[in-house]
Nanobody
Framework: QVHLVQSGGGLVQSGGSLRLSCAAS????????MSWYRQAPGPGKERDLV??????????RYVDSVKGRFTISRDNAKNTVYLQMNSLKPEDTAAYYC?????????????WGQGTQVTVSS
């Protein structure tokens, strides 16, 4: 079975830390650019990019609101990508999703993780 399996998340106080993991099952993660998205609660909220990392792990980028607080990383040997979240704020509360994408037409284009809830209390 081919999918991304997420773990981590939960409830944390403001200023705390959490680490999200996203493990690939049934395909090779090293072929894919990996990203983390989040969707805040409430109607009309979109799924927004938080961080991304290249297939080799040598390039990363972040949305301004998480720079200096979140770190995306990957371990291709373990077929897993991570999002370390420090100094969490209530506005970080959202459902977080990992996303795998490849422009290579020889492989399936993309996969989404099942999502995991992060709640930051003030």
């Amino acid at each position: 079975q081919v999918h991304l399996v997420q773990s981590g998340g939960g409830l944390v106080q403001s200023g705390g830390s959490l680490r999200l993991s996203c493990a690939a099952s049934g395909f090779t993660l090293s072929l894919y650019t990996m990203s983390w998205y989040r969707q805040a609660p409430g109607p009309g909220k979109e799924r927004d990019l938080v961080a991304a990392i290249s297939s080799a792990g040598d390039t990363t980028r972040y949305v301004d609101s998480v720079k200096g607080r979140f770190t995306i990383s990957r371990d291709n040997a373990k077929n897993t990508v991570y999002l370390q979240m420090n100094s969490l704020k209530p506005e970080d509360t959202a459902a977080y999703y990992c996303y795998a994408f490849t422009p290579n037409p020889n492989y399936p284009k993309d996969y989404w993780g099942q999502g995991t809830q992060v709640t930051v209390s003030s």
